[in-house]
């Protein structure tokens, strides 16, 4: 199972508190495929079947069900310039 670390949890607890408005209610960061080789995090509503991450309570991080087995027993930080890292 994936774990996000409290870094990371805080990080994007903030970065959706900073772009709530009303058009977002419901949304959350959802971990999608970028292209073949590369996933990318994009503002979505999170599916019945994804793996969802919270926060203080709010909904922060959804992995969809088919990149499950992709992230198990793999942690999600995320260093001081933003940059995410699957370690």
């Known amino acids: 199972m994936l774990e996000l670390t409290k870094t990371t949890k805080s990080k994007l607890h903030q970065l959706l508190a900073a772009s709530d408005n009303p058009n ?24 019945p079947s994804d793996m969802v991450f919270e926060y203080e309570g709010d909904t922060i991080l959804a992995l969809p069900k088919a990149l499950q087995p992709f992230f198990q027993d793999r942690s999600l930080d995320m260093d001081k310039s933003g940059q995410l890292r699957l370690i």
């Open 24 to 47: 977002q209610q419901g949304r959350c960061f959802r971990i999608v495929p970028k292209d073949e080789k590369f996933l990318t995090l994009k503002l979505a509503k999170p599916q």
